[in-house]
């Protein structure tokens, strides 16, 4: 053993994902070396998608409102 560890851990605080999306992201990166260098922290790559997602979502509901979360996941999915 080299001492490095080769488990993957992902940290997602404070969002709530649907549909499977935290999974998507999951599966996503799973390929990267490394995820997370701070056990504590986000990896920029993660932060980003998770920027973009919260941005994407603000958007859908400023347009949709209080709609439904049809037309909501019909805009995010393109």
Do not use: W
């Not at 390929?31 to 958007?59: H, M, Y």
């Not at 509901?61 to 805009?75: H, L, N, P, Q, S």
């Amino acid at each position: 053993m080299n001492g490095i560890n080769t488990n993957k851990v992902y940290i997602v605080q404070h969002f709530l994902f649907t549909d499977g999306f935290a999974k998507q992201i999951s599966e996503s990166l799973a390929g990267e070396k490394s995820i997370l260098s701070d056990p504590t922290g986000f990896d920029a790559r993660l932060r980003n998608v998770l920027r973009k997602r919260v941005a994407d979502t603000r958007v859908s509901r400023a347009i949709f409102g209080c709609r439904g979360a049809k037309d909501e996941r019909r805009v995010l999915s393109g």
